[in-house]
């Protein structure tokens, strides 16, 4: 971690993850300070805004390492650059995942701005990644701790942002740092992780949602054309979904689980199947306009491997031109749950490459 800029702009989430990397930064002799962002204005009340309790817990352990803890609200630019996105996807049947624009938007975009007009040369999060420099040029790395690598959520971040910015906790497991939290007498060293939507909170999601897209109930019906449900708005259900689906048994039908397979906009039907293992849950393929490469596009066609959700198993596949000048990303085996509006993230082995918005997807029915 040294660097002769040693002022440093730690975002303070209020847990342990920050909470540990501002620690360690200050033990390796950096000018830390700390920035908590607010980039949502609705506090409706509910147990799910929880905005105020995490900036006491941020205030409490920027206190404890006699840090100044600055505060920022940028929800106007969170509602422009992120929420306006993830709600036009919805509308279109895709499922965003917004985490990824709010990393490249706000939380190295924004937050860089503002930690320079703060007279800082560097920003920290407390995310598991790492970096390298590597003939010149910034390379994003996976995380040390498998189960808690984030680069799926900063590939879209562009290198000079990425070379801004600083990993303290990119070498440690969650375990090391939970541990690092408790011998350093961090009140939050046990308190969980946030797993809502970025910077909006673990709220009710289908209820969320429902207050900013209009849906219309439809019906949800078999690959085979049976009706057998209702739905309460196709925005709302994604593909491999199998929670909250209301099919109970068929008569005549197997005893097996419900799958979300496809969604038929035109005709707001929801599209299901039976079976954990079924064929319409799987995909060979998937293409995408416009790929965000890291450190530019390497040689077509090349190997390499794949992540098309967060915490998926790596997939070797093969990235080609498609005929319409954007990539076509083909599978080795086929993927499950392959979903429109989330992200394919590139890898050459722990290299992050970069990655694209999954806009089709060959049909598994």
Not at 1 to 30: C, F, H, I, N, W
Not at 65 to 90: C, G, K, M
Request: hydrophobic share 35%; aromatic share 8%; net charge negative.
């Amino acid at each position: 971690m040294g660097t002769p800029e040693r002022r440093v702009v730690v975002g303070m989430s209020g847990g342990v993850d920050s909470s540990v990397a501002a620690l360690r930064l200050k033990q390796a002799g950096y000018e830390v300070e700390g920035l908590f962002m607010k980039n949502w204005n609705e506090d409706d009340g509910t147990e799910y805004c929880t905005a105020a309790a995490d900036l006491i817990d941020a205030e409490a352990v920027c206190c404890q390492l006699d840090i100044p803890l600055h505060t920022a609200n940028f929800a106007r630019e969170y509602w422009d650059n992120v929420f306006s996105h993830f709600l036009e996807q919805y509308s279109h049947g895709r499922t965003p995942n917004p985490d990824v624009l709010c990393n490249r938007e706000i939380k190295f975009k924004i937050f860089i701005e503002h930690a320079q007009m703060l007279g800082a040369a560097r920003i920290a999060t407390g995310h598991y990644v790492r970096t390298r420099e590597r003939d010149g040029k910034l390379e994003l790395l996976k995380g040390r701790d498998v189960g808690k690598d984030q680069s799926y959520f900063l590939h879209a971040v562009p290198a000079a942002q990425l070379a801004r910015a600083l990993f303290p906790l990119g070498e440690l497991t969650k375990v090391e740092v939970r541990d690092i939290a408790k011998r350093a007498g961090f009140h939050n060293h046990a308190k969980p992780d946030s797993t809502g939507i970025c910077f909006i909170g673990e709220r009710r999601f289908r209820d969320f949602l429902a207050r900013y897209l209009p849906s219309e109930s439809g019906t949800i019906r078999s690959v085979e054309g049976r009706i057998v449900g209702e739905h309460t708005g196709v925005a709302h259900y994604t593909i491999g979904q199998r929670q909250g689906l209301g099919v109970g048994g068929i008569r005549g039908a197997q005893d097996s689980p419900w799958y979300v397979v496809a969604k038929d906009l035109a005709n707001n039907v929801l599209i299901v199947a039976q079976g954990n293992e079924h064929p319409a849950l799987f995909s060979q393929s998937l293409t995408t306009s416009e790929m965000h490469w890291i450190n530019g596009a390497p040689a077509l066609p090349f190997e390499c491997a794949a992540k098309t959700r967060y915490r998926q198993p790596d997939a070797s596949c093969e990235v080609a031109r498609s005929n319409d000048s954007g990539y076509v990303v083909s599978f080795s085996e086929p993927q499950r749950a392959i979903t429109p509006g989330q992200y394919v993230c590139l890898y050459a082995d722990e290299v992050c490459l970069g990655g694209g918005v999954i806009e089709q997807v060959e049909a598994g029915i």
